[in-house]
């Protein structure tokens, strides 16, 4: 396990470097240069050169990406050229929307994937395992932005239940920004049904086999309660850690359901900075998002370790 | 999006032609080619004919791919013919899908539009699948150190998030046809060369590998003759899931903005550049929502379908 | 001075020399009571209006005027108003002579000079002479409103002053609220959670519970062509593509019909010179064929059209493709985002590229525009055009006071423009605003300011 983990956090420390790498010298290869950015079309070269000694873009591209590393990990994380503010916080902000929003996703898909998953696992291949089954199979696969349109078209411009923005006056109660993020959060969240119903029903499988369950059965205890209580007991933890290692997609999925409700979050933030190059913004972003991925990705591992003990780590490789 | 579950992907059902083939009894290398290929066609042509799965979503499919070569025979107005007086235009006897913002036939760019996924998609799907297939066949064959360093490779790319990246190399770099294909099929890469790396694996370890070495046939040339017929049902699997994704992501994109150029019909695009008109006319982004919506289920089905038959 | 998004709240407390009204912009006294020039135009003296107070109690003098333009002036302050006095009006140019009189030097004759001290140059705000800088924690100027709360991109309230020297605006408070997307404000508008959207999202064009309050601007969007690259470089190219528009088509499709119909010039009809017997350009593929053919381009020619995602441009290339089409010109689109497309160095696709589409906002007086775009040194000149006789044109205009001659001028460089046509201007957008039908008094400003001094609201 330990000797895992290390390899794990090697793995990590690696694929960063390369992506952070890669943010920069793609950032690189844009024309114009940083200090002509800042000061403007009328400035004169001499200006220019002094300023891009002055930010040090006159060093070699080794040195350049090892101070803007060394900057990103003390905090450092300079000014957005577009929006005209701090980096650090910026990032932070967003970050926390988009967070609320994920939250509202798990909070909403959570229970009715597992109520799902064991209506349908109680009936082993009837017609509602199918059709969850079919179901889970469609919303993973169809994009965000798709099952978003839907969603609009029916709830909020057909019905009127729910409003067809993202973003709640400002100054709104925090119940009122929740009722905003609920349309959002579904699409975000359709992709973790198909997982979350599974590990449901595969959970309940798994308990109407267990010689317990007909222990209890015979001692007269209702069907129902043995199954929702064991198959909670038993299929949350897998399900949480594939809800961490889902992160990868999430963050993904918050690009494409930020640009489709224009709600500001980190999602927003990363594609309008890069179709905007504004530069010290998408390297943070990226680094930021890259980070949590991998922090997510080696909880979930863990995760996976400690509440489910028959996988073995790293089976798969 | 495009990011499947690695680790975790153990636990839940989802084999990608990893299942070793039954080795069966010692035959000679030609025999076993000959003997298994006619097997196996015959039982995965009367699973596939009988699976409702697969015939649905190859029905779904097909019909895309028709619409996508015949578009300009089958479309009942120019997709392109602006009309500004007539926008915005409910469904009617002469739009049966109404019309969009500038006035143009809603059906026909639907129809129309479904020609550049039926490009992208399948573009960086075979891509990926040669380079892919490259990857996994020479690791595989030659195993020991070339094995590690292919392999720790594709690890590190598929831990790399794909939108994301995407996002980043596409805004930066501009975007075109040709930019989407390519990044969708570097993308895919890993994951291809990762499922053939582990059959080849399996088919080394059969012999008829080895007798062929012994023959003194050289490597690649044995490679590619003796190993690349037996791991073809894993890679066609591969790629029909690949292709899913394709579908996904190069969709995504364009409605990230960052796939065609307008005026094109792409279903991605569309949705987007008539998002701001919800309310007016929902029709003109329910209709490229629900042809996206239909081709990706179809495409997965096929490929579940397919999947089920090679196991 | 501060962020775009706080000039409404600025333009409620602070105020200008002069003011800008009515559908033919004109000018009208604000903190000046009247102004004259010199028979150049090149010595202009305002006098103050008497009794003038500020927020914080103290009376607006010369003093505080002339302050105020040093602030502006000076390029250690790098303000907005910089560019568009460079060429006018220098530092320390500005004296006052007395306490109610102040005295602008220019360095060149200027007609029009007081547009450059009205809302239009939204820096020029006069403030008192003591003012410190940043103005949002130190809100001060001469207006019927006080800022009593600022949170950026958030909200702001107002709050009617007692002491205010003019004639009171109705409205006791107004609050306003930042919101990051058009169909937020367009939801809070019909929820009745606002009053009044600044932001018209298009779905506000149709509802039938709101009013859309809509006054002609010299906005436009600019079809440039470089008359230095080819095929653009013969003029029958460049008439021949001004040919193919549907301008009707074109306002319909892009503004809903929001706009007027221009001639590829640049006098929109908001100014009071009106250049005089100049046909309407009215779409003809025939003649567009013909000239096409005399160019040399019988089979006509392919051109990659590079545009931005700001709203319309992106519909609007796609008509004019559509439009093109028919007589032979085949256009691809290249859309950027706005950020990439008006770029920064030596990096400026929408100066660069040789066929663009780029938004203009509207200006109180059209030599804004061409001066910035279309002389031989225009800063901003996407279509390269360079012509001795307009240039001259252009100079004589600045020159002239008498309107009737300013007329004949303004005749003879429209018709170069529409003659030579380095730009295709199909039509002039709207500047639009919604309210709720309980709001009445609210005057659509030709510049694009918001007006609220007449404002009420209904029961």
Redesign the interface.
């Known amino acids: 396990m330990r000797n895992y983990l290390l390899s794990r956090v090697g ?2 420390a ?2 960063l470097l ?2 952070s790498l ?2 920069f010298v ?2 690189q ?2 024309p114009g240069n940083l200090a002509q950015t800042i000061l403007g079309p009328h400035a004169t070269a001499d200006q220019v050169a002094i300023l891009n000694h002055k930010l040090g873009a006159d060093q070699p591209l080794w040195t350049r990406f090892f101070s803007w590393l060394k900057g990103f990990v003390t905090g450092d994380w300079g000014q957005s050229q577009l929006l005209q503010e701090p980096v650090f916080g910026l990032i932070m902000g967003r970050l926390g929307d988009s967070l609320l929003l994920a939250a509202v996703a798990f909070v909403t898909i959570v229970p009715i994937s597992v109520i799902a998953g064991i209506a349908a696992g109680l009936k082993e291949a009837g017609p509602l395992d199918r059709f969850v089954s079919i179901g889970g ?2 919303l993973t ?7 978003g ?2 969603l ?2 029916i709830f ?2 057909g019905l009127h239940w729910l409003p ?1 923005t993202a973003v709640a006056p400002p100054g709104s109660s925090f119940g009122v920004r929740l009722e905003y993020l609920i349309l959002p959060a579904i699409p975000l969240a359709f992709v973790l049904f198909g ?1 979350i119903a ?2 449901a029903r595969a959970g309940t499988i798994d308990v109407l086999a267990q010689p317990y369950y007909r222990t209890a059965i015979l001692k007269g205890l209702p069907r129902r309660r043995i199954v929702v209580s064991h198959v909670t007991r038993n299929a949350l933890p ?1 399900t949480v ?2 809800i961490a ?2 992160v ?2 999430l ?3 918050l ?2 359901v930020e ?2 409700f224009n709600y500001p979050g980190i999602g927003k933030l ?2 309008d900075s ?2 905007g ?1 504004d530069i010290t913004v ?1 390297q943070a972003a ?1 680094l930021t ?2 980070l949590i ?2 922090l997510a ?1 080696l909880l ?2 863990v995760l ?1 370790a400690v509440l ?1 003990p028959r ?1 073995r ?5 | ?3 499947q ?9 989802e084999p990608n032609g990893k299942t070793p083939h039954d080795p069966g009894p010692p035959e000679s290398p030609a025999d076993a080619k000959a003997n298994r290929t006619r097997r196996n066609r015959r039982y995965i042509i009367k699973t596939l004919s009988t699976s409702p799965t697969f015939i649905s979503g190859a029905v779904i499919v097909l019909f895309w791919v028709f619409v996508g070569v015949a578009w300009q025979l089958v479309v009942p107005h120019d997709p ?6 007539h ?2 235009e409910p469904p009617s006897s002469t739009h049966l899908l109404g019309t969009d ?3 143009r036939d809603v059906l026909s760019r639907v129809l129309a539009g479904a020609q550049t996924v039926l490009l992208i998609a399948p573009a960086a799907t075979v891509l990926a699948v040669i380079f892919g297939a490259l990857l996994g066949l020479v690791a595989g064959y030659y195993g020991g150190i070339v094995d590690i360093f292919v392999m720790r490779a594709v ?2 790319l598929m ?7 995407a ?8 975007s075109s046809l040709l930019n989407v294909i390519i990044l969708i099929a570097v993308f895919f890469v890993p994951q291809i060369a990762r499922t053939v790396r582990g059959s080849v694996g399996d088919e080394v370890q059969k012999g008829y590998v080895e007798a062929a070495r012994m023959r003194g046939e050289r490597g690649f040339y044995s490679m590619v003759i003796e190993v690349l017929p037996n791991v073809t049902s894993p890679i066609l699997v591969e790629a029909t899931i690949r292709l ?1 994704y394709a579908v ?1 992501t190069a ?2 994109l364009s ?4 796939g065609l ?3 094109s019909p792409d279903w ?1 695009r569309t ?3 008539q ?6 006319s ?1 029709w003109a ?2 209709a490229p ?2 042809a ?2 239909t081709f ?2 179809g495409v ?1 089905l096929a490929a ?1 379908g397919l999947r089920k038959a090679f196991k | 001075m501060a962020d775009g998004s706080s000039i409404i709240v600025v333009q409620q407390v602070a105020q200008y020399l002069v003011n800008v009204v009515g559908s033919k912009s004109t000018l009208e006294p604000q903190l000046a009571a009247s102004w004259t020039s010199d028979a150049k135009a090149q010595n202009w003296t305002f006098t103050l209006r008497q009794g003038v107070k500020f927020n914080t109690g103290q009376p607006m003098t010369a003093q505080d005027v002339v302050a105020s333009f040093n602030r502006v002036l000076d390029p250690k302050n790098s303000s907005g108003a910089l560019t568009n006095f460079e060429g006018t009006l220098g530092q320390g140019k500005v004296e006052a002579a007395g306490d109610d009189t102040v005295v602008f030097h220019l360095d060149r004759p200027y007609a029009d000079f007081p547009y450059l001290v009205s809302p239009a140059n939204f820096n020029t705000v006069i403030l008192p002479a003591n003012y410190s800088g940043d103005w949002l924690k130190n809100p001060v100027g001469t207006g019927p409103y006080t800022l009593t709360n600022y949170q950026a991109a958030q909200r702001a309230s107002l709050k009617l002053r007692n002491d205010y020297w003019g004639q009171k605006p109705y409205l006791a408070q107004i609050d306003v609220t930042y919101y990051s997307d058009p169909k937020a404000e367009a939801l809070a508008l019909t929820g009745g959670a606002v009053d009044m959207a600044i932001d018209v ?3 506000l064009y ?1 509802n039938p519970s709101v009013n859309v309050i809509a006054g002609p601007s010299a906005g436009y969007l600019a079809l440039n062509m470089q008359v230095t690259q080819k095929p653009f470089n013969d003029v029958r190219v460049r008439q021949a593509v001004a040919l193919c528009i549907d301008r009707q ?2 306002l ?2 892009v503004t ?1 019909g929001k706009g007027t119909i221009a001639n590829d010039h640049l006098w929109s009809q908001i100014y009071s010179i009106q250049p005089q017997g100049i046909p309407q350009r009215t779409r003809d593929i025939d003649q567009a064929k013909t000239l096409l053919a005399q160019a040399g381009y019988p089979h006509g020619f392919t051109a990659t059209l590079t545009i931005d ?1 700001e ?1 319309g441009v ?2 609007y ?3 004019i ?2 439009n093109c089409a028919p007589a032979g010109i085949n256009i ?6 706005s950020n ?1 497309f008006y770029g920064t160095g030596s990096n400026t696709p929408w100066l660069q590229e040789p066929f663009t589409i780029v938004t203009w906002g509207t200006r109180p007086v059209p030599e804004q525009l061409i001066e910035a775009s279309l002389i031989t040194k225009g800063v901003w000149n996407s279509s390269r055009f360079s012509n001795p006789q307009f240039d001259a044109l252009l100079a004589q205009y600045d020159a002239t006071i008498d309107p009737a001659k300013r007329q004949q001028i303004a005749t003879q460089a429209a018709k170069i423009l529409h003659d030579q046509v380095p730009v295709v201007v199909a039509f002039f957008q709207d500047f639009t605003q919604a309210t709720n039908k309980n709001v009445h008094g609210i005057t659509p400003s030709p510049i694009g300011n918001i007006v609220l001094t007449s404002a009420w609201i209904s029961h």
């Open positions: 793995q990590i690696l694929t390369v992506v890669l943010v793609l950032c290869v844009l199979v469609s696969v169809i994009p965000e932005f798709v099952s349109v839907v609009l078209s909020a411009i067809v997982y599974r590990m897998p850690a594939v290692g889902q990868t997609y963050v993904g999925g690009i494409v640009a489709l990363l594609l890069a179709t190059h998408v990226t998002l890259g991925i991998m990705n979930a591992d996976f489910v996988i780590l790293g089976g798969s490789r | 999006m495009t990011d579950p690695t680790t975790r992907q153990t636990l839940a059902p392109q013919a602006v009309d500004p007086f926008s915005f913002n500038l006035g690890d590190v831990a790399i998030p794909t939108l994301i990246v996002v980043l190399v596409l805004g930066i770099l501009g899913g996904f969709a995504t409605f990230l903005g960052l150029q307008p005026p991605g949705i987007s550049e998002r701001a008109y919800i309310e007016i929902p982004l329910l929502a629900i996206l919506a990706i289920v997965n579940d | 999202d298009s779905s149709r088509g074109a319909q499709g809903q995602d709203p992106p519909d290339a796609a008509l493709k559509q691809d689109i290249k859309q950027l985002s990439a």
